[in-house]
């Protein structure tokens, strides 16, 4: 079974761009789930998409926002981009969060 | 509100010596709880989880926690440490009421000296 795969590995913008991440769950899942991972603040929630609906969504601005298509991938954007937004962005998977999510090996995103 | 507290931020232990790597949690309701490792520029992988079955959880690699109510903690273990375990693990609760939100504790380094 293929796992979450997330595209790119890696990414470099400029201030105030945007960037768009994509993310592939494993099949037959339709809980997807994205974090941002930083040194200073840890793994943080960005949002939940389930059956293509946002179920949770984490203290972040508007600039950051996400969506799921009917397959189950996931994308997710971030406009005007901050030096702030560089991090390492998780994208996870789950048939039901009482499985536990399996996670891609992520995004690394450095804004310049 | 949900919190997970990692009382380590950094814990070395000798190759074949045991681990403890401390959690304490905090939820409104009954919560899921997860430990998680994450290898040096490698995602996260799943060691073990308890949704409110047996409080003793066996997982991958030899790991094993124990969820206690009372004491609202839930300790990752392993009885002989292995190189190969040296990795930052993350503590995680979730609630039925917000399951796709998992709330990671700040991790824990683990360092393991040969």
């Known amino acids: 079974k293929a796992g979450v795969t997330q595209t790119p590995r890696y990414l470099i913008k400029t201030r105030g761009q945007q960037v768009t991440l994509s993310c592939s769950p494993i099949s037959g899942h339709r809980s997807v789930s994205w974090y941002q991972q930083t040194p200073g603040q840890g793994l943080q929630f960005l949002f939940e998409y389930f059956s293509e609906t946002q179920r949770n969504k984490g203290n972040f601005p508007g600039r950051f926002s996400g969506r799921q298509f009917s397959n189950s991938r996931s994308e997710m954007n971030v406009s005007t981009l901050e030096l702030g937004d560089s991090a390492l962005y998780l994208c996870?998977?789950?048939?039901?969060?009482?499985?536990?999510?399996?996670f891609g090996s992520g995004t690394r995103l450095t804004v310049v | 509100a949900q919190s997970v507290t990692q009382l380590d931020s950094h814990v070395s232990v000798s190759e074949g010596t045991p681990v403890l790597l401390r959690c304490n949690y905090s939820s409104s309701y009954s919560p899921s709880l997860f430990w998680y490792v994450q290898h040096p520029n490698k995602g996260l992988q799943l060691l073990l989880k308890y949704t409110s079955a047996a409080t003793l959880v066996k997982g991958i690699n030899g790991f094993e926690a124990e969820f206690k109510k009372s004491e609202t903690s839930f300790h990752l273990t392993k009885p002989s440490a292995h190189m190969s375990d040296a990795a930052e693990y993350f503590c995680v609760v979730s609630t039925y009421n917000q399951g796709g939100k998992l709330i990671f504790g700040q991790g824990t380094e683990l360092s393991v000296k040969p």
């Open positions: 996870a998977s789950a048939e039901t969060y009482l499985y536990g999510y399996t």
